[in-house]
């Protein structure tokens, strides 16, 4: 991943990367921490919009609800859950960029902040979305081209390749194919390379998606 060639950069940072199932995952976290701070200083200029999601950190508690209460939670609950899950893995990242990063997690999208810091950390905000969505708004509201979106697969599949030995990889591919690939709704920890609703934004808007693992 190279920064060159522009000043704002939107990353969206898979919550499954910050948080696998070994717990906290502190190499992943020091990496990012450190090409970060390169960027910037090579330009000083550089801003960088983090977007934390839930990852298996909001399955985890969505599955323990599940479990005590005997029958699926309500899609709402889920989504708070999740949400929370995006703030939690966001309060780590800016702590861990406390000194270059912007005092408060973005969380309401309503509002379009003056930002000068060179790190701006975003979660989730409310039930219907996932943190992809986020990103995309943040594109709008910044004026940035690109989506960097950082997953635990390489790139994006014409399946999920976790479950599918036969998945194949995609190199490039148009919003129009891309969205009948991953349908038109979203639901709670749904496994899509994208967000269904993030999609057809980033299609409107005219934005790029790079999925990187």
Not at 37 to 62: C, D, E, M, S
Request: charged content about 25%; glycine content about 8%; proline content about 5%.
């Amino acid at each position: 991943m190279n920064a060159k060639g522009g000043e704002k950069f939107v990353i969206s940072v898979g919550g499954s990367l910050i948080v696998p199932n070994k717990g906290v995952n502190t190499t992943f976290l020091k990496e990012l921490n450190t090409f970060i701070r390169n960027q910037i200083t090579q330009n000083p200029n550089r801003q960088f919009f983090v977007v934390t999601g839930g990852g298996l950190t909001a399955r985890h508690y969505r599955d323990a609800g599940r479990e005590v209460v005997g029958h699926e939670l309500t899609e709402e609950d889920q989504d708070w859950l999740g949400i929370h899950a995006t703030r939690l893995n966001a309060h780590l990242l800016r702590t861990i960029f406390q000194d270059i990063a912007h005092p408060a997690i973005i969380k309401d999208y309503t509002i379009i902040r003056k930002v000068t810091e060179p790190v701006i950390i975003a979660a989730g905000w409310k039930p219907g979305f996932s943190t992809d969505f986020y990103a995309v708004l943040l594109c709008e509201d910044y004026h940035i081209p690109t989506v960097i979106n950082l997953s635990n697969v390489d790139q994006v599949y014409d399946k999920d390749p976790h479950k599918f030995s036969d998945a194949t990889p995609i190199a490039k591919i148009s919003w129009e194919e891309f969205r009948l690939l991953v349908g038109d709704k979203w639901h709670p920890g749904m496994h899509a390379p994208f967000d269904p609703i993030a999609a057809k934004k980033a299609e409107e808007l005219n934005r790029k998606i790079v999925t990187l693992n």
